[in-house]
C-alpha cells in the first residue's frame, strides 16, 4: 500500500485577511503561506495594504476578520488570540533602531532567555554570522548604518523566530552597501530556517531575495509565484509594469487576430471587436537601422517593422535609452540597447516587436 508523503504545514499561512480603516477595505481577503526556509516578498505600491498585513501577522494590529496559522496552529482569528510577544515571530522594521545605552552584545542579548552563558554564546554565535564579534562589547554609535542593520538583523534572530517579518528593512541603506547587507542577510535567514515575510516597494529587492513574490494592489494579491514567472507570465499590464518601464500599443480584435502597424498579434479567447493591449519592455524591442527608406523584411519572430524617429538618447550606465517617436501615429516608443547606442535625435530607424517577448492583455475598463 502506497503511504501518503509526510505533509509539512506551511510555517505561517494567513488565510482570508480583512482589514478595513474608516470603511475602506486597505487589506482584502489576502491569503497566503510561507514555507520554513523560504522567503516570501508582498511587494506592491506604497498603499496598497503591505505594512498592514504585515502588522496583523505580528499582532500589533487586529483584522476584521481571517485567520493566522503558525505550523497548522491558529495563533489568532476574530476570537482567540495569542499576544504578540508570544508568536516567536522576529520583527525588523525600516527604523530598527538599537538601544543607544546597550552593547553591541546587549542588543542582542535583549530577547533572550537562559543562562549568562548561553546568552553569550549566542550573541557570540549571530555576531559571528554577521562579521562583527569584534563589537561586542562596542556601543551602537561606534558602527555605520550598515553595521548597526546587521547588529538589529542579528538580534531579531537571536530568540530562533520561527518566522521573520521584516519591512523594507534595507530602505535607510545606500545602494552598493545595500546590495552587500541583503545578500548577507539572506543567506543568515536561509541558515537558521524561518519562514521570511518580507515587505518591499522595490521590484529588484523582491527578485534578489524572495523565493516566492506576492505581488499586492489594492489591498489584494493579485498575483502570486516564483520570480521568474511572475515576471515572465505577468497577469495584467499593471504586473508588466511593475518591474520595468512598458511600451504599450493598443488594437481591435478580428478572428482572434489583432492587426497592428508591428503586424498581427494573437489574441486567443478576445472577441471581436474587443480591444487589447499588447505590451512589451522596451529591452525586447529591436531596433533595425533604416536601409535606403526601407526596414528588414517581416519575420514570424518579430512580425513588421514599423518606422520612427529618434527624439532623444541617453546613456544609463549599462545600457542605453532610445525614444522614437513612430511614424504611425505620432506615439513614443522607448527602447533599451546593451551597452553604448547614441543615435541623433531625428535619425530615422525602425522597430520590431518580439513575439516572444510581448504580452497581450484584453483592454481593462474599455
Ligand atoms: N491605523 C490606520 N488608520 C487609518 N488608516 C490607516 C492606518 N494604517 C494604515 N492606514 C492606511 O491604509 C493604507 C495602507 O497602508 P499600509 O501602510 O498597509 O500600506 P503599504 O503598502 O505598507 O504602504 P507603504 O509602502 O507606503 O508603507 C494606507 O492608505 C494607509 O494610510
Given at each position: 500500500m502506497l503511504t501518503p508523503a509526510p505533509q509539512t504545514a506551511p510555517r505561517l499561512e494567513i488565510r482570508n485577511m480583512m482589514r478595513s480603516f474608516g470603511g475602506t477595505?486597505?487589506?482584502?481577503?489576502v491569503s497566503l503561506k510561507v514555507m520554513p526556509g523560504q522567503v516570501t516578498c508582498l511587494l506592491g505600491?506604497?498603499?496598497?495594504g503591505k505594512s498592514t498585513t504585515l502588522r496583523m501577522i505580528a499582532g500589533v494590529e487586529m483584522q476584521d476578520s481571517g485567520e493566522i496559522y503558525v505550523d497548522g496552529e491558529l495563533i489568532c482569528d476574530t476570537v482567540f488570540r495569542i499576544p504578540p510577544e508570544r508568536r516567536n515571530i522576529g520583527l525588523m522594521f525600516q527604523?530598527?533602531?538599537?538601544?543607544?545605552?546597550?552593547t553591541v552584545g546587549d542588543n542582542v542579548a535583549f530577547g533572550l532567555s537562559g543562562s549568562k552563558a548561553e546568552k553569550r554564546a549566542r550573541v557570540e554565535e549571530l555576531l559571528d554570522k554577521v562579521g562583527?564579534?569584534?563589537?561586542?562589547?562596542?556601543?551602537?554609535?561606534?558602527?555605520?548604518g550598515g553595521e548597526q542593520q546587521r547588529v538589529a538583523l542579528a538580534r531579531a534572530l537571536a530568540p530562533r523566530p520561527k518566522i521573520m517579518l521584516m519591512d523594507e528593512?534595507?530602505?535607510?541603506?545606500d545602494n552598493r552597501l545595500r546590495d552587500d547587507i541583503r545578500d548577507q542577510t539572506l543567506e543568515l535567514l536561509k541558515a537558521e530556517d524561518a519562514a521570511v515575510l518580507l515587505v518591499t516597494h522595490e521590484p529588484e529587492e523582491a527578485m534578489r531575495m524572495a523565493d516566492e513574490i506576492a505581488l499586492m494592489r489594492g489591498g489584494r494579491i493579485v498575483q502570486q509565484g516564483a520570480p521568474y514567472n511572475i515576471y515572465?507570465?505577468?497577469?495584467d499590464r499593471q504586473a508588466v509594469s511593475f518591474f520595468s518601464d512598458i511600451n504599450v500599443i493598443c488594437g481591435k480584435v478580428q478572428g482572434a487576430l489583432c492587426e497592428t502597424p508591428f503586424g498581427q498579434f494573437l489574441a486567443p479567447g478576445v472577441a471581436d471587436g474587443g480591444e487589447v493591449d499588447i505590451v512589451i519592455r522596451p529591452q525586447h524591442l529591436k531596433i533595425e537601422f533604416d536601409r535606403n527608406g526601407k526596414g528588414p523584411e517581416p519575420t514570424p519572430q518579430n512580425g513588421v517593422a514599423a518606422r520612427g524617429e529618434v527624439v532623444r538618447a541617453r546613456f544609463m550606465g549599462s545600457e542605453s535609452l532610445v525614444e522614437i517617436r513612430m511614424d504611425y501615429d505620432g506615439s513614443i516608443l522607448k527602447a533599451t540597447v546593451p551597452n553604448v547606442f547614441l543615435p541623433q535625435p531625428g535619425r530615422p530607424l525602425w522597430l520590431m516587436f518580439r513575439r516572444d517577448r510581448c504580452f497581450v492583455f484584453p483592454r481593462q475598463n474599455a
Open positions: 477595505p486597505v487589506v482584502n481577503d505600491p506604497s498603499g496598497c527604523d530598527f533602531a538599537l538601544f543607544p545605552h546597550l562583527l564579534r569584534r563589537f561586542i562589547d562596542g556601543y551602537p554609535y561606534l558602527l555605520s528593512p534595507f530602505s535607510g541603506l515572465n507570465a505577468p497577469k
